[in-house]
Nanobody, 121 residues
Framework: QVQVMESGGGLVQPGGSLTLSCAAS????????MGWYRQAPGNQRELVAT???????KYADSVKGRFFISRSRDNTRVDLRMNNLKHEDTATYYC???????????????WGQGTLVTVPS
């Protein structure tokens, strides 16, 4: 069974930096993409940054130039380095991994429980 777990959230002052880490465990043979979404209170979950298996990276416009996503070569870990944090970055950050099941060939998404990042105003 594939599981995803985030770590690294916390309280950081405006302008500060934080790195979120995400580890995927279990048997994943065909990773399609990994990445981060976030959800602030009262808002919908939104994309932050994703990286596909070939290495294509996508960022939300609001974080471009401040956040940087990286993944391990074996696709078991994806990190999000967040610089120059702003109050509006306050949210619960969720990691996901999307893979193709080797038996059914279906796309599967697995999400973590989320980690809270708080940037006071």
């Amino acid at each position: 069974q594939v599981q995803v777990m985030e770590s690294g959230g916390g309280l950081v002052q405006p302008g500060g930096s934080l790195t979120l880490s995400c580890a995927a465990s279990g048997t994943i043979q065909m990773t399609e993409s990994m990445g981060w979404y976030r959800q602030a209170p009262g808002n919908q979950r939104e994309l932050v940054a994703t990286v596909t298996n070939p290495g294509t990276i996508k960022y939300a416009d609001s974080v471009k130039g401040r956040f940087f996503i990286s993944r391990s070569r074996d696709n078991t870990r994806v990190d999000l380095r967040m610089n120059n944090l702003k109050h509006e970055d306050t949210a619960t950050y969720y990691c996901y991994v999307e893979y193709t099941d080797a038996m059914s060939f279906r796309r599967v998404e697995v999400w973590g429980q989320g980690t809270l990042v708080t940037v006071p105003s």
